[in-house]
């Protein structure tokens, strides 16, 4: 999903691309004097165009509708320009305003059959001598095969081929971008519900296992009880905060040292952590809920079955364009080949962390956000063997279209 939704989304970075290039060669070509109408003509259609797309991929909807119509009027060059879900009127612009009702239930009638149809003039019955209005052209809008609404051209004379052809071409645009509007939708679902998905496999384990050593304190040192439940009340806050897909280096780091100082009070001098953090990368953008798994599984693989002391390692560095996190411990390891499988599979978790190949369930799952955010160029490396520990490592652009971080 992740590697179809990057393959979409670049596709339309590159038609803007193309069309900025245009306008900027087109701009320098009119300085000179130079620019042809017909390189004027292509920039107005690209620019319109652009106008338009803007609020259909926001979704069709009143306010989306009322933005895109004029802009869709003039793509199509008609005297009137209606949009339509399947059952309301969303816009209109220019004439025809008195012909609402009947435009809609032709609309209604194209949406329900799925087939465009033209009105003449003898089917626009009006009261108004001078009525402009001599027929109008009804062309369904399909979203990922689904008919949405319509598109209602209103015409000024007999509806020319010319004017059908380019209503009929414009819908279908217009059904493209819708459709890139419900992916966007599908994209911020299935984030969130990736989100909640980890939360529910991450949280059990660890708040269980915090409030026990929170209790622990409780009589022998009541100070330090407080404090940890302090801090084991931010850590909660910031992993099940209700919105922000994305979030920055340095609030998943300030929330993973929370982590750390109730996990420390349960393993004590056993879990030892070693930082090692570029100031320039905090501002970084990432997935949120990122670094978190992975540190997680650190610890439970540094100290499960480990003798003595556990080491976990966490480095970000500046790599130009990049910052590159690595997460590092050098607890039993695990064959490779069951690592993959396990991540495959995605079982449920179960009651031996060392043996259970679901606990990689948070991998498969940073891994498919993080291919799902900046491209199948940036997914997890994981490299691992029996005895030798655990490293994973990732890569995140410092600047990204489309990624922000949200409070």
């Known amino acids: 999903m992740g590697g179809n939704l990057s393959a979409v989304f670049g596709v339309v970075s590159l038609v803007t691309a193309l069309a900025a290039a245009l306008w900027a ?76 009702d009947q435009l809609l239930a032709a609309a209604r009638k194209a949406v329900g059959v799925g087939r465009s149809t033209v009105l003449r003039e003898s089917e626009l019955h009006c009261d108004l001598v001078d009525c402009p209005v001599r027929g109008a052209v009804v062309a369904p809008l399909s979203a990922d095969g689904r008919v949405v609404g319509a598109l209602v051209a209103v015409a000024d004379e007999q509806p020319a081929p010319g004017l059908v052809q380019a209503t009929l071409e414009t819908a279908h645009w217009a059904g493209d971008q819708l459709a890139l509007a419900e992916l966007d939708s599908s994209r911020e679902r299935l984030a969130r519900a990736e989100v909640r998905a980890l939360r529910a496999q991450i949280s059990p384990h660890f708040i269980y296992n915090a409030l026990t050593a929170i209790g622990s304190f409780v009589r022998t040192d009541p100070e330090r009880a407080r404090e940890l439940i302090l801090e084991f009340a931010e850590f909660t806050r910031y992993s099940f905060r209700a919105h922000g897909e994305f979030t920055t280096l340095a609030e998943e780091l300030r929330s993973i040292d929370r982590y750390l100082t109730i996990e420390r009070a349960r393993f004590g001098e056993r879990l030892q952590v070693r930082l090692q953090i570029a100031p320039e990368v905090l501002p970084v953008t990432l997935p949120f809920l990122c670094l978190q798994p992975l540190v997680e599984n650190a610890v439970r693989h540094g100290l499960s079955r480990k003798p003595g002391t556990g080491m976990v390692s966490i480095e970000a560095r500046d790599a130009g364009a990049e910052c590159h996190i690595t997460v590092e411990d050098d607890g039993v390891g695990m064959d490779p080949t069951t690592l993959t499988a396990g991540i495959a599979e995605v079982s449920g978790a179960g009651s031996d962390p060392a043996d259970d190949p679901g606990q990689h369930v948070g991998l498969s799952n940073v891994d498919e956000r993080l291919r799902s955010a900046f491209g199948d160029r940036f997914g997890l490396v994981v490299e691992t063997g029996l005895g030798s520990g655990t490293k994973v490592s990732m890569r995140v652009p410092k600047f990204h279209p489309g990624v922000r971080a949200t409070s």
């Open 25 to 100: 060669v087109l701009r320098l070509r009119a300085r000179r004097g130079i620019a042809t109408a017909t390189q004027r003509a292509t920039y107005e259609v690209l620019h319109t165009a652009g106008l338009a797309a803007e609020p259909l991929r926001g979704g069709l909807s009143a306010a989306g509708a009322a933005k895109a119509v004029r802009h869709l009027r003039a793509l199509v060059g008609a005297a009137g320009m209606a949009l339509t879900d399947r059952e309301v009127l969303l816009a209109l612009d220019g004439q025809g305003a008195h012909h609402g």
